[in-house]
C-alpha cells in the first residue's frame, strides 16, 4: 500500500493566501515577530526536547480595539488524523505520565505544537492570553484539499493547558473588522468548571514536583559553596525579580545579567536593583521593604557568588536555572496548591536537624483549608497565625475570604475594594525563622500580596498590634489558625494561650501533637479555659505528615470569649480514616491519592463540628461521640466513642454455639482416636 504524502505545503500556502487576503502581517516560520516573543520561543525547550529552535509555521501579533494585544501562533500538517491529541480527561496531551514534556504529540499533532509554543510565551513574556490554531488536511478521492481546524486559548486563567475556543472553517475571525468581537464574544466568555480546574490543578501539581526535584538536584550537585539558606534566598530574589508589574517594573531577563567584575554592576546588583524597584512599586512598607532587602542582600552580593569564570557568574547560571525550572508555574498564576508544593519543597532544603523537623513541617494544603473553614472564615474575618511558615495557612484563609467576597458582593468596584481590603488589613502572621520568613513574604507577594502584616518576630513577645503602618493600632482578630512548633511550651500550646488572650470573639483551629490534650499541656489547658469553649476534638490521620513528621496530631476548635462550662457538649471526631491514601516514595507519580470519597468526608467534617449529629452520612458514629471534659484537668481532650461491654443476647448464644462446636469437635477426635487404636 502506497504511504500516504503529506499535505503540508498545501495547508501552510492555504492559510498564507487567507491571511494576504485578511491584510493581515503575519511572519513566517524563519522570520522575527518582536524580540520579546522571539526571545521566549529560543529560550523554551523546543518540541524536540532540545534547547529553543521553537518556530511555529505562522505568527501574529494582533490588537483588539481595547488596545489589549494578542499573539497568535499557527501550526500546519499534512495528515487527516493529525490535529490534536487528547488525553482521558479531553485535555490536550502534551505531558507524559511521569510528569514531563510528551514529546511526541506536541511533535506530531498542530494544536499539541501551538499549545506548546504559546506556553515559551507564558513563561517568558508578560503576555497572559495566546491563541494557539492548529490546521491539518488531506485530499479527499478526487483530489480535493480537506482541512480541519482548532482554535485553542493558552492562558494565565487555565493555567496554560488550553481550552477550545469553538468551531472554525477558516480564520476570518483575525481579520481586523472581526477580532475585537471574537475576543468579546468567544474568547471573554470560556470558562473552566471547577471539575476542570481540579483537574487541570493536580496535573500541574505533579509537573511542579518534578521541576522542583530536578532544581533542587541540580543546584546541590553542580553548585559548590551555596548553603540551604541561600538557595532558598536565592529561589526567593529570582522570583521577585522576574515578576514585573505592567507599565511599571520590567521582568528581569537573563540576558541583561552581564556577569560583569565591574563594582555597582555585578549580577548580583542588577537583581538586588530590580527588586527594590518592584518592592518600592509594589507600595511595600519602607522598614518592612528594607528588611527584605538587607536578608537578600547578604546572598545576592557574596563576592564568591558574583565571581566570574568562564564569562559567566554561578548567580547568573543558577537565576538561569531557577526561571527555565520554575517561570512558568508563576507566569500562569499559583494558587494555594502550587505554592504548597513550591514551599514543601523548599522547606527540604533547609537542612534542619532530626529534632527539629515536627517543627518545621508545612500543613498540607488540604488541612491548611479545613482549619480556615473550620475557624469559620468569611470575607469579613480579621486571621492571624502565631506560627506562620511560609503562610500556607494565611494563603489558604485569604482565598476562602475571597471566594466568600465574591458570592456575596455584586458590585464590581466595591468586590474589587474588598478584596484589597482583606490582603492588606485582615491578615497577620508571626513567623521567627528569618529564612521560613522570606518564604512567607515570597508566598503572599505570589498570591497577589497579603504580605502586608507578616512579621518576622517572635509571637510570645507581639504586643497585637498591626505590624507595618498602623503600629499602634490593634489587630481585631476574630479567627485564629495554627499549626505551631511542636517542640515550644505545652506541644504549642503557649502560642494557642497567648493569642486567644489577645481575642475578644470568634473561633479558632489549631492542629497539634495529640500529646498536648493528654497531659503535656495540663496547665496551659486549663488556662485556656477559662475565657474559650472547647467545641470539637479531631483525630487526624497519624500518616498526615508521611515522610516529614509521624507524630499522631488532633485538630482542637475552640469557640472564643466564652469560659467552657462543664456540661458543655464536646464533639469528638475519629478522622483517622480521612480518604486519602498516603504513600512515601520518592519515585511514586502520586504520592496522594483519594481512594475513599476524601472531599466528601472533608465537607462532612466541617458540617459535624458546625451543627453536629445530624451531618452524619459517611461517618459512622462509632467515629463521632459527643461527651463531656472537665475545665479544671485539662488532659481528657483526646476521648473516643465509649465501647459498650455489656453482652447481649446474640452475645451469649454465639458463645453456647461456639462451645457446643468445641465440644462435637473434641468428641469426634477422641471417637476417631479410639477406633484407631481397636483396630490395632
Known amino acids: 500500500m502506497a504511504k500516504i504524502q503529506s499535505v503540508e505545503p498545501n495547508i501552510t500556502d492555504l492559510v498564507n493566501s487567507w491571511l494576504k487576503n485578511y491584510k493581515l502581517d503575519y511572519k513566517l516560520e524563519q522570520e522575527n515577530l518582536n524580540k520579546e516573543i522571539d526571545d521566549a520561543l529560543s529560550e523554551y525547550f523546543s518540541k524536540n526536547g532540545g534547547k529553543g529552535g521553537n518556530r511555529p509555521d505562522i505568527k501574529l501579533l494582533l490588537e483588539d480595539k481595547n488596545l489589549n494585544k494578542y499573539p497568535i501562533l499557527i501550526e500546519c500538517k499534512g495528515y487527516k488524523d493529525k ?285 491548611a483549608i479545613l482549619l480556615a473553614k473550620l475557624a469559620r472564615v468569611n470575607k469579613n474575618s480579621y486571621v492571624w497565625d502565631f506560627a506562620t511558615g511560609s503562610a500556607g495557612l494565611l494563603v489558604a484563609a485569604m482565598n476562602e475570604m475571597i471566594n466568600d467576597a465574591k458570592e456575596n458582593i455584586s458590585s464590581p468596584d466595591e468586590l474589587n475594594q474588598k478584596i484589597l481590603h482583606i490582603k492588606a488589613k485582615q491578615l497577620l502572621g508571626l513567623e521567627v525563622l528569618p529564612s521560613v520568613y522570606m518564604l512567607a513574604i515570597l508566598n503572599m507577594i505570589l498570591m497577589g500580596d497579603g504580605s502586608s502584616n507578616i512579621m518576622n518576630e517572635d509571637s510570645l513577645y507581639y504586643d497585637g498590634n498591626y505590624g507595618f503602618l498602623e503600629t499602634k493600632t490593634k489587630f481585631p482578630a476574630d479567627a485564629f489558625i495554627l499549626n505551631p512548633p511542636y517542640s515550644a511550651k505545652g506541644n504549642g500550646m503557649i502560642f494557642v494561650k497567648k493569642a486567644l488572650s489577645m481575642m475578644e ?111 452524619l452520612s459517611i461517618f459512622s458514629e462509632k467515629e463521632y461521640y459527643e461527651g463531656k471534659i472537665d475545665p479544671q484537668k485539662g488532659d481528657d481532650w483526646n476521648q473516643s466513642a465509649p465501647v459498650d461491654t455489656t453482652p447481649t443476647l446474640e452475645d451469649f448464644k454465639k458463645t453456647v454455639s461456639d462451645y457446643l462446636a468445641w465440644e462435637v469437635s473434641n468428641l469426634l477426635k477422641n471417637n476417631t482416636k479410639l477406633d484407631d487404636e481397636l483396630g490395632k
Open 83 to 367: 490535529l490534536v491529541k487528547l488525553n482521558s480527561n479531553n485535555q490536550v496531551d502534551n505531558t507524559t505520565s511521569k510528569n514531563e514534556p510528551n514529546y511526541t504529540n506536541i511533535k506530531n499533532y498542530a494544536v499539541n505544537g501551538a499549545i506548546h509554543y504559546a506556553n515559551a510565551i507564558l513563561h517568558y513574556t508578560n503576555y497572559t492570553d495566546i491563541i494557539s490554531i492548529g490546521i491539518t488536511g488531506y485530499k479527499d478521492e478526487s483530489g480535493k484539499l480537506k482541512y480541519l481546524i482548532g482554535v485553542y486559548l493558552v492562558s494565565k486563567d487555565n493555567f496554560g493547558i488550553g481550552q477550545e475556543i469553538g468551531k472554525f472553517t477558516d480564520l476570518s475571525f483575525l481579520k481586523n473588522e472581526n477580532f475585537t468581537d471574537f475576543i468579546k464574544n468567544d474568547v471573554k466568555k470560556l470558562s473552566l468548571s471547577l471539575e476542570e480546574l481540579e483537574r487541570i490543578k493536580e496535573l500541574r501539581e505533579k509537573e511542579i514536583d518534578a521541576s522542583l526535584i530536578k532544581l533542587n538536584n541540580d543546584i546541590y550537585k553542580n553548585e559548590q559553596g551555596l548553603g540551604e539558606n541561600d538557595r532558598v534566598y536565592l529561589v526567593a530574589a529570582s522570583i521577585i525579580a522576574t515578576l514585573g508589574i505592567a507599565g511599571k517594573v520590567a521582568p528581569l531577563e537573563k540576558a541583561e545579567l552581564k556577569s560583569l567584575n565591574e563594582e555597582g554592576n555585578r549580577d548580583g546588583d542588577i537583581i538586588l536593583r530590580k527588586i527594590e524597584a518592584f518592592l518600592k512599586e509594589k507600595k511595600i512598607p519602607e522598614n518592612k521593604r528594607k528588611i527584605i532587602e538587607r536578608t537578600l542582600a547578604n546572598t545576592l552580593t557574596n563576592e564568591n557568588i558574583n565571581k566570574v569564570k568562564n564569562g559567566e557568574s554561578q548567580l547568573k547560571r543558577v537565576f538561569s536555572k531557577i526561571i527555565d525550572d520554575l517561570g512558568i508555574y508563576y507566569k500562569i498564576g499559583l494558587t494555594t496548591d502550587f505554592t504548597g508544593k513550591l514551599f514543601n519543597e523548599m522547606y527540604s532544603w533547609l537542612g534542619f536537624s532530626q529534632d527539629k523537623l515536627n517543627d518545621v513541617v508545612l500543613t498540607p494544603s488540604y488541612v
Open 505 to 615: 470573639k470568634g473561633y479558632a483551629a489549631i492542629i497539634i501533637q495529640g500529646s498536648a490534650g493528654s497531659g503535656k499541656a495540663t496547665e496551659y489547658n486549663k488556662e485556656i479555659l477559662k475565657n474559650n469553649t472547647l467545641l470539637a476534638s479531631i483525630k487526624m490521620p497519624i500518616d498526615l505528615f508521611i515522610g516529614k513528621s509521624s507524630v499522631q496530631t488532633y485538630i482542637y476548635v475552640f469557640r472564643v470569649g466564652e469560659a467552657h462550662q462543664k456540661d458543655e457538649i464536646v464533639k469528638f471526631i475519629d478522622f483517622s480514616h480521612d480518604g486519602y491514601t498516603r504513600t512515601n516514595r520518592k519515585k511514586a507519580k502520586n504520592n496522594l491519592k483519594n481512594t475513599d470519597k476524601a472531599k466528601e468526608r472533608y465537607q462532612e467534617l466541617v458540617d459535624l463540628v458546625r451543627f453536629g449529629k445530624s451531618k
